[in-house]
């Protein structure tokens, strides 16, 4: 195996260059055992008229893997760009390494989202770490300050004692690298399900902020400019890993063949970043890359791919930190803290000067050259001759047969809806107190206490609030909001519409706080591309999404994809994850989470259907799943979002928070308990008690309006012709040790049992 | 003319910048300084910030505490130059023996951000005249490695002279900011050198100077006024 | 009671981020010649019973599954007996 | 080239968090009769030139006032040669 450590690989130690590759051509190459199929060797024997060189053979193998050529997905991310809406506010679109979306006032800012799920299985503390710097480089090369990360999490049940190993790794990970680095951690998700035990989910999102003058891209143009590498020496971290891991399920990998995992050094992550805009600044680069899986394979090929010239690199002077490499291992190290930027001669000396004040490694590895090819030599000798389009842009394509699985009909058949409901107000009651307690709903500050959410001084909202949000001047008080949000239950029961309910609830995550929605970043993950139903759950949700994006008006700017999250037979849940970008011109508008007020009034926002299907209350208290998830009606969404704007800009409304899993009550519970106060609500005329609390019905919100706004509020959803009812008022303080949850005939449950319930779950799980 | 406070920058220092803003809002102004140079550019304080200097790599503080500019800021300290250290700023005033004892890993192993409560208990340092002693103020907590700790004679000391400038509040529950987070010995937050100018501590000050930014508090605001007040009535 | 020492070191292919700081800190502190830094760990166990094959081997596999992750990580068991070239304490 | 260890532990009488969470955990874990656990750090130093009573006594004055904390940290040198009883890698 080429990747477990200490062996050399399985091919000869002496040098195959490209005219050996020629006089040789019947050598038996290992393509198998990189993860090519034979038809795929056979096309580059036919690219380059000739087999190709052990260097050729692994780049080509890392840059055509699922993972960085994207050949399963990509016919069904294309719909992404066809159904792209008009949006005045896209700089820079789905491509490049992040997409760039204008906010205003001359500034631009681009995010993404981005998986590590394998590594953080295997090694969860270097897992979750790697994912963390490896999406912070991509915002970095797009020319931006990196300003905040989030972290979109899923484990295995709770309870499970493997969780117990990966989850505290995977928060030690992320909070280690993203602390280490300054950025504060706004938001994410924490999901349990027995679905992803063996394939947890480990997301991260980056954000950065720059003005439009300093966008950058990835491409190498103007011959006789130079190449430079710089950051970390490169090691032998993760060869193979990107074909390996990202391409093959755990079944077939036991320890004994465990790939070598990539370690992070958070501190010259840093040291990169901040070297990186001062040589922005000074308008140093012409173009710049990151390297991240596939190395400088990828970083290489993808630049002279995107230019307009060739390049020639010069191997052997990449600085290493194990000398014994061999040239294929050097191209596809996925050693950490890594960029490569294209510099005009006359700016190199300044480029290296400011790499030496930040005691960064930078090295003049090669050039632009006329000429379309890319050419790597080894002490002088042509090792890799290649047209880079063919590496990095046209690799192979595959249709894979989809089909809606059999047992989909079953599922959608067993009706959350007849579920056995509460019979009473005590079980009511007591179905209340399990949920709020249940892991899925149960405070996540255990987690999330172990993140910096204040640093850069510029954090607006963080979690538990319904999204983060950023100043990014403060001198006009403009700023981003971003949430997160996916449901794999619902994406089970109906991909199609689970994919839009996880757009859907980010989105209306980002309006609830007051910021205008934007634009899209999505993670897709998935089980095998080569199982049909999981195919058919592809292409579904990204239908779905692309559907739903175009109705919003919120482009996708660009995202990643997962696959093989599957253990033998048995996939994931399918998890499409969603992150909406919104801009709010005056952050000091925007609308919390809290009920802070006592006296203030309680709408509910929206219809409340009965609509059980994947809800937690299903899960929590029956443990089923099945039925339709909650219908999608975007134009409500996009009113509802309208509404909370609005009400937040005119300083109608002192809190919001949206109806998502758990539906109203969870959401009363965790409003009461961030503001420390108490609520008394009414169950209103046409529901029933039960439907009215645990119903998870989309476009949703409760709010809180002041007396003297009530009016005018409620004038205003009536006039735009939005469902509001009036469902109770704030009452209590928790520091007067009298707020209580009163829901009038049903129960009454003090704050503090409910605060004991939604708080000790996790650490008690996890201690 | 106002005052020209130093807020040195490390590699892998974070919270320079914010620092900046903190001083600036308090209407002095800020002098950025560099690890590498051994002149202070005659600022009248030096505030050394939060983050992760080398990676906190070794121990915190550790590395950064031999830098050449640390050196002159030895040497000044020691003559009556006005120095903060905040966090790692704190780790690298207690490496350099300005001020004793030492910083270790949190008792419970993690990082913590919190909105910390604490009290003001000198008001007699260089950072702390616009508080009273006895002032409960709430500014961020985040570190892992917070846990204060020094000898029982050291701790007497401190404690017998007056120098333990800041405790965090044991009231309460720990989840609503009270309580000690992570098993400072007798609660210990910040201390201050016997003359007052050189104090460090653990929570950040400079976090919480801004209404609706961060825990949308301006506890933090008095460091940098207090120093100001101080340079200028001079 | 015997004492049993479980050092436990990144591999050496593995980057060791914490080592290479502290070998390049120690040119700026006057220290020449030291060509690499390694950082590790170091757990003294105090072991109750006998210490005789079976503890050790014990020792051995809690070492493997639990003190180490030897995905990245060497380690070494040793028992504490009169040390090596002790210079000082 | 030599190889030269420095062992820096917690002073005794200072807490060692990460000592005892390994401790708390064996029984969990199945492993029963280990009384008391502490974690240090160990730093492997590989010294070009020869390895005599002056660089011995560089390296330890390294060690005193850079790769420990005295306030906290005791620490030992060691001239790595055959191992001790060394039960496995
Ligand atoms: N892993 C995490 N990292 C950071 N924040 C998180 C994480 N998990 C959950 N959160 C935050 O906790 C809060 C509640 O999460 P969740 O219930 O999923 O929000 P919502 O239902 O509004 O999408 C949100 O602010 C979310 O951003
Ligand atoms: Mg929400």
Redesign the pocket.
């Known amino acids: 195996m080429l990747h477990s450590s200490g062996e050399r690989p399985p091919y000869p130690r002496n040098l195959d260059t490209v005219k050996h590759a020629t006089e040789t051509p019947d050598v038996e190459q290992p393509w198998s055992e990189l993860g090519l199929k034979q038809d795929e060797y056979e096309r580059i024997r036919e690219i380059l008229g000739r087999r190709p060189t052990g260097a050729e053979l692994a780049m080509y193998s890392v840059m055509w893997s699922e993972h960085c050529s994207y050949k399963s997905s990509k016919v069904h991310l294309k719909q992404f760009g066809e159904k792209a809406p008009e949006n005045d506010a896209m700089l820079v679109g789905i491509g490049e390494n992040a997409g760039v979306v204008d906010v205003g006032q001359g500034y631009a800012v681009t995010f993404k989202v981005e998986s590590h799920n394998h590594p953080s299985y295997i090694e969860p503390y270097q897992g979750a770490a790697t994912g963390v710097g490896g999406i912070v480089r991509d915002i970095l090369a797009m020319g931006a300050r990196p300003v905040a990360v989030?972290?979109?999490?899923r484990f295995g049940a709770a309870d499970h004692p493997d969780t117990k190993r990966v989850l505290p790794g995977v928060?030690a990970g992320?909070g280690g690298y993203g602390n280490c680095l300054g950025l504060p951690?706004?938001?994410?998700?924490?999901?349990f399900d027995d679905c992803y035990q063996g394939n947890p989910l480990v997301n991260a999102l980056c954000v950065g902020v720059m003005k439009h003058e300093d966008i950058h891209l990835a491409k190498a143009s103007g011959t006789g400019n130079k190449v430079i590498l710089y950051g970390a020496r490169t090691g032998g971290d993760g060869i193979g890993g990107v074909s390996v891991l990202a391409s093959e399920t755990f079944e077939s990998t036991g320890p004994a063949k465990r790939p070598a995992v990539q370690v992070g050094d958070p501190f010259q992550e840093k040291l990169l970043i901040e070297c990186t805009l001062e040589i922005f600044k000074e308008n140093l680069v012409a173009g710049i890359q990151d390297l991240g899986g596939a190395g400088l394979s990828c970083a290489t090929s993808e630049l002279a791919s995107a230019g307009s010239g060739g390049m020639r690199v010069e191997l052997d002077t990449v600085p290493l930190r194990d000398a014994t490499l061999s040239p294929e291992e050097i191209l596809m190290s996925e050693s950490q803290e890594r960029m490569c930027a294209i510099v005009e001669p006359d700016k190199v000396d300044r480029f290296l000067e400011i790499c030496e004040k930040w005691d960064v490694i930078a090295t003049v590895i090669g050039e632009v050259t006329e000429g379309d090819r890319l050419e790597i030599f080894w002490h002088g000798e042509q090792i890799v001759d290649v047209p880079p389009r063919s590496v990095a842009h046209e690799g192979p394509t595959y249709h894979r047969p989809y089909e809606r699985p059999s047992w989909q009909d079953a599922l959608q058949a067993d009706d959350a809806n007849k579920l056995p409901r509460p019979a009473s107000g005590a079980e009511l009651k007591e179905q209340v107190l399990k949920l709020v307690a249940s892991p899925n709903?149960a405070s996540?500050s255990w987690?999330?206490d172990q993140?910096d959410r204040f640093v850069q001084g510029n954090t607006v909202l963080?979690?538990?609030?319904?999204?983060?949000m950023i100043r990014i001047d403060a001198d006009t008080n403009l700023g981003v909001a971003v949430?997160?949000?996916g449901n794999g239950r619902y994406a089970k029961l109906d991909p199609y519409a689970g994919a839009q309910l996880a757009l859907a609830?980010?989105y209306r995550?980002v309006a609830t706080t007051g910021a205008k929605p934007l634009a899209v970043s999505d993670c897709l993950n998935f089980g095998s591309p080569e199982d049909p139903a999981v195919m058919w759950q592809f292409a579904e949700a990204t239908r779905g999404l692309a559907d739903a994006c175009q109705t919003l008006g919120t482009p996708v700017t660009g995202g990643n994809v997962s696959l093989y999250n599957q253990t033998g037979e048995t996939a994931i849940h399918p998890t499409p994850v969603v992150a909406v970008l919104g801009v709010i011109d005056d952050v000091t508008r925007r609308t919390p989470v809290a009920f802070k007020e006592e006296g203030q009034l309680l709408y509910l926002l929206g219809d409340t259907k009965e609509e059980f299907g994947g809800s937690a209350w299903s899960q929590v208290i029956h443990g089923h799943l099945g039925g339709l998830p909650p219908a999608v009606d975007l134009e409500r969404e996009r009113l509802l979002a309208e509404i909370l704007i609005s009400a937040s800009r005119d300083g109608m409304i002192d809190a919001a928070?949206?109806l998502?899993?758990g539906g109203l009550i969870q959401a009363v519970v965790?409003s009461c308990l961030r503001g420390g106060t108490g609520a008394r609500l009414v169950v209103p005329d046409g529901l029933d008690a039960f439907t009215f609390l645990f119903s998870e019905s989309a476009g949703r919100a409760v709010v809180a309006v002041p007396r003297s706004e009530e009016l005018r509020f409620t004038d205003m959803c009536g006039a735009r012709g939005l469902p509001v009812t009036r469902i109770g008022v704030v009452d209590g303080a928790e520091s007067d040790s009298n707020a209580v949850v009163d829901v009038q005939g049903e129960f009454v449950l003090s704050l503090a049992e409910l605060r004991t319930a939604h708080e000790e779950t996790i650490p008690a799980l996890l201690v | 003319m106002t005052a020209r406070i130093g807020v040195v920058t490390f590699p892998g220092t974070l919270d320079d910048r914010d620092t900046q803003r903190a001083v600036r809002l308090a209407g002095a102004e800020a002098v950025p300084l560099w690890h590498r140079d051994k002149d202070l550019k005659q600022v009248d304080a030096v505030v050394l910030p939060g983050g992760f200097s080398y990676g906190d790599y070794l121990r915190a503080g550790a590395i950064s505490r031999f830098s050449p500019l640390m050196e002159t800021v030895i040497d000044q300290a020691k003559a009556g130059l006005p120095v903060l250290g905040i966090c790692n700023g704190f780790q690298v005033l207690t490496e350099s023996h300005l001020l004793p004892g030492a910083m270790l890993r949190n008792n419970h192993l993690h990082f913590i951000c919190r909105d910390q409560k604490l009290r003001v208990e000198s008001d007699r340092t260089a950072w702390t005249a616009d508080y009273t002693a006895g002032q409960e103020i709430s500014i961020p907590l985040k570190n892992i490695d917070g846990r204060y700790v020094a000898d029982e004679r050291t701790l007497d000391m401190l404690e017998a002279e007056g120098r333990v400038a800041f405790r965090y509040l044991a009231r309460g529950e720990a989840a609503d900011g009270y309580g000690n987070p992570n098993g400072s010995l007798r609660d210990i937050a910040g201390i201050t050198n016997e003359a007052g100018n050189v104090v460090g501590l653990m929570p950040h000050p400079e976090h919480a100077v801004e209404p609706g930014i961060g825990t949308g508090r301006t506890d933090g605001l008095g460091f940098f006024t207090s120093i100001l007040k101080k340079l200028v009535n001079v | 009671m015997a004492r049993v020492v479980v050092d436990v070191m990144l591999k050496p292919e593995i980057l060791d981020p914490q080592g290479q700081a502290v070998q390049r800190a120690l040119p700026r502190l006057g220290f020449e010649g030291i060509s690499d830094v390694r950082q590790g760990k170091r757990f003294e166990l105090e072991v109750d019973g006998p210490l005789d094959e079976a503890a050790l081997a014990r020792i051995h596999e809690m070492a493997e599954t639990f003190l180490a992750n030897t995905v990245i990580e060497d380690f070494v068991v040793k028992v504490e007996e009169a040390e090596a070239v002790k210079v000082e304490s």
Do not use: R
């Open positions: 989030m972290d979109p999490l928060v992320i951690n706004i938001g994410g998700e924490v999901v709903q996540k987690i999330t993140y963080a979690q538990p609030e319904d999204s983060g949430a997160t949000d609830e980010a995550n928070h949206d998502s899993d965790e």
